[in-house]
């Protein structure tokens, strides 16, 4: 009984955060409006976003339970929420960026998080 009390336990607090690492991100002013797309450690999912302002919410990827927030002009500060079944983690990100020219920048390193459940 002790054993699946810990059990159980451990299921509740493993489920309370999520690792989640953002890479291949790109930015591009190129075109006149800025772009931005990055791809996640799970789920094979991809986010993007075209012509966005400053602060951007809810932008969606590839995958509906999965959404970000744009804070920063060249999306260097990204807000990620991944939600199920009513259920929402959210975590904050810090993209390293570098590029021959200001406008077409890519990511420097990976960037990790932990997703946070959201308690109401």
């Given at each position: ?74 999306g260097r500060q990204i807000r990620l929420h991944h939600t199920v079944d009513g259920v929402t983690h959210t975590g904050d990100f ?27």
């Amino acid at each position: 009984m002790k054993f699946l009390a810990a059990a159980t336990l451990f299921g509740f607090a493993a489920a309370a955060v999520e690792t989640v690492t953002i890479f291949n991100f790109v930015y591009s002013g190129v075109n006149g409006y800025p772009e931005i797309s990055f791809q996640l450690s799970v789920d094979e999912v991809m986010c993007a976003a075209d012509n966005y302002t400053i602060v951007s919410l809810g932008n969606p990827c590839d995958k509906p339970e999965w959404t970000f927030d744009i804070l920063e002009e060249l999306g260097r500060q990204i807000r990620l929420h991944h939600t199920v079944d009513g259920v929402t983690h959210t975590g904050d990100f810090a993209i390293l960026l570098n590029g021959p020219i200001p406008t077409l920048l890519g990511q420097v390193g990976n960037s990790t998080a932990d997703l946070d459940k959201v308690t109401s």
